[in-house]
């Protein structure tokens, strides 16, 4: 029996301690995962957004990601505390430094080719 973890993004729930059995199929945990959220419809995601279609594939506290509907996209898991990088800085960043403002590939290759001076 394993224990794992389920988040649904599109209802913000999480329920801890959702257990499976090695044996079950994903017919058998796809009720228990609809009952658990009091959805109409479940499918079910590993945290890279790939559905999950053996049951048996899941580890010890694995986090799930649950879709609600049919039409849901399911995106790539990550801590709440992760901020993606859309393109405008915030106040926080020095527009005095030497790569501001510039591309995010050029600003790469920028501050590898600064720190490879200074060893």
């Not at 199929?25 to 999950?52: G, H, N």
Request: charged letters at 20%; aromatic letters at 10%; a negative charge.
């Amino acid at each position: 029996m394993v224990n794992v973890q389920l988040y649904c993004p599109s209802t913000k729930k999480t329920v801890e301690d959702f257990y499976v059995t090695p044996f079950q199929t994903l017919q058998q945990v796809l009720p228990s995962v609809r009952l658990a959220f009091d959805i109409k419809y479940a499918a079910i995601y590993t945290t890279e957004a790939k559905p999950i279609t053996e049951p048996s594939t899941l580890q010890e506290d694995q986090r799930v990601l649950v879709a609600a509907s049919a039409m849901e996209i399911m995106l790539p898991d990550s801590p709440s505390e992760w901020v993606l990088y859309d393109g405008e800085e915030g106040d926080d960043v020095n527009m005095n430094v030497e790569c501001y403002g510039l591309q995010w590939v050029v600003s790469i290759r920028c501050s590898f080719s600064t720190s490879k001076e200074r060893h």
